[in-house]
């Protein structure tokens, strides 16, 4: 069975990173996994930082 990637919802706007998908906005490609991202990065859609996320279960 293949490991599953985690996802992190942004606790700001809701914004949920998948790893399987990555951030086409930022140049992330799919496979990076958000521990990965860099420690300076933002939310997508609403700007706050890397540690405004929360892990989502599921």
């Known amino acids: 069975m293949a490991e599953?990637?985690?996802r992190y919802k942004c606790i700001g706007c809701r914004y949920v990173y998948?790893?399987?998908?990555?951030?086409p906005t930022a140049g992330v490609p799919p496979g990076v996994e958000f521990e990965a991202l860099p420690d300076d990065g933002v939310c997508?859609?609403?700007m706050?930082?890397?540690g405004q996320f929360v892990?989502?279960?599921g």
């Open 18 to 23: 998948d790893p399987k998908v990555g951030d």
């Open 4 to 6: 599953q990637m985690v």
């Open 48 to 50: 706050v930082g890397k």
């Open 55 to 57: 892990m989502v279960e």
């Open 44 to 46: 997508p859609e609403c």
